[in-house]
């Protein structure tokens, strides 16, 4: 049973308008996200993460909010560009710190058309 | 630049045959994660260490899978014997206790015939 869902497998966004990728989880002990971006041939990057503590955390083009209560958590990207082409894997862990493993989504592939 | 180092970045094998990917972790990180992504199951936790013990492993085939760390700078995953359904891309991550996020290499794609 997967833990943390993205329903989404793709999208498909117009550069400068905003992308929305959204992440489901079940595990009410989970208590920090974060979202991971993965080019080709390439080992997942991290992104931004946000604290079950806050609502919100904006940086730069990347916001990601996270509503508790729905155990769903979402990824704004403001305005998107083509380079933001890549797959985007949602994780959750318990407790800060590296030491706690990452349980991952699925993952969603954006497109960002020019 | 601190990065993970991941070896070898393909590998083609028959089945059968022993398959062993080596990770280098980030100087001074305590923790190490291996990761399977596959089409179907996203990014999957094999096993992860702390301080070079063994924590969790789960979520990794116990007959023929094995990770190992021999030393602070080295994670090994091996699979013996190797099947078809082993291929993958496989991912070595390190992350240290007072960050928040795993770092990852750029993984082995291993197949498997």
């Known amino acids: 049973d997967q833990q943390v869902k993205q329903n989404s497998p793709s999208l498909s966004v117009q550069e400068g308008r905003i992308s929305i990728l959204n992440c489901d989880y079940t595990?009410?002990?989970?208590?920090?996200f974060l979202w991971y971006k993965k080019y080709p041939a390439e080992g997942p990057t991290f992104l931004i993460s946000?604290?079950?503590?806050?609502d919100k955390n904006e940086d730069g083009r990347f916001t990601v909010f996270l509503n508790k209560s729905a155990k769903h958590l979402s990824l704004h990207i403001v305005p998107s560009q083509p380079g933001d082409s890549a797959v985007y894997f949602c994780a959750a862990k318990e407790g800060f710190g590296a030491g706690n493993m990452l349980t991952f989504g699925g993952g969603t592939r954006l497109m960002v058309k020019p | 630049d601190a990065r993970v180092t991941q070896t070898p970045r393909h590998k083609v094998t028959e089945m059968g045959q022993e398959v062993t990917m080596r990770c280098q972790p980030i100087?001074?990180?305590?923790?190490v994660f291996w990761y399977r992504q596959t089409m179907m199951q996203g990014l999957e936790l094999l096993a992860y260490?702390?301080?070079?013990?063994?924590?969790?492993d789960s979520g990794m085939p116990k007959d023929r899978f094995s990770a190992e760390m021999p030393d602070a700078t080295l994670a090994t995953l091996k699979i013996q014997p190797s099947e078809p359904r082993d291929s993958a891309v496989y991912f070595c991550?390190?992350?240290?206790?007072?960050?928040?996020?795993?770092?990852f290499g750029q993984g082995t794609r291993l197949t498997v015939v």
């Open positions: 991550a390190s992350g240290l206790g007072r960050n928040t996020e795993a770092f």
């Open positions: 595990n009410s002990m989970f208590d920090y």
């Open positions: 260490f702390r301080n070079r013990a063994p924590l969790d």
């Open positions: 946000i604290s079950s503590i806050k």
């Open positions: 100087l001074g990180h305590n923790t």
